[in-house]
Nanobody, 126 residues
Framework: QVRLVESGGGLVQAGGSLRLSCQAS????????MGWFRQAPGKEREIVTA????????YYADSVKGRFTISRDNAKNTVYLQMNSLKPEDTAVYYC???????????????????WGQGTQVTVSS
């Protein structure tokens, strides 16, 4: 059974940094694509960033470009999200997701992802 387990969330002041990790288990091979989504209260879940295994192509939402960096370690079946220069509007529950779709660029829609983590809260205070 595939499981995704996130860690690294917490409370940070504006301008600070956090690093989220997501470890996948239950699958021998790395997923073709992995992504990070977030959902703030009263809002829809939105893509933050995604990374494919083919060439390591990445996608970033405009709101996080230049501040967030996604990376993956296929040997450890782990994906990371380094978040710098955090803003109060980054406050949300962050979800790790894995897709079986080997497409380029990596998928961006929640419906294209097959497995989800339980989410980790990120709160940025002003």
């Amino acid at each position: 059974q595939v499981r995704l387990v996130e860690s690294g969330g917490g409370l940070v002041q504006a301008g600070g940094s956090l690093r989220l990790s997501c470890q996948a288990s239950g699958r021998t091979f790395s997923f073709p694509a992995m992504g990070w989504f977030r959902q703030a209260p009263g809002k829809e879940r939105e893509i933050v960033t995604a990374i494919g295994s083919i060439g390591g192509s990445t996608y970033y939402a405009d709101s996080v470009k230049g501040r967030f960096t996604i990376s993956r370690d296929n040997a450890k079946n782990t994906v990371y999200l380094q978040m710098n220069s955090l803003k109060p509007e980054d406050t949300a529950v962050y979800y790790c997701a894995a897709s079986l779709r080997a497409v380029v660029p990596a998928p961006r829609s929640p419906g294209d992802y097959d497995y989800w983590g339980q989410g980790t809260q990120v709160t940025v205070s002003s």
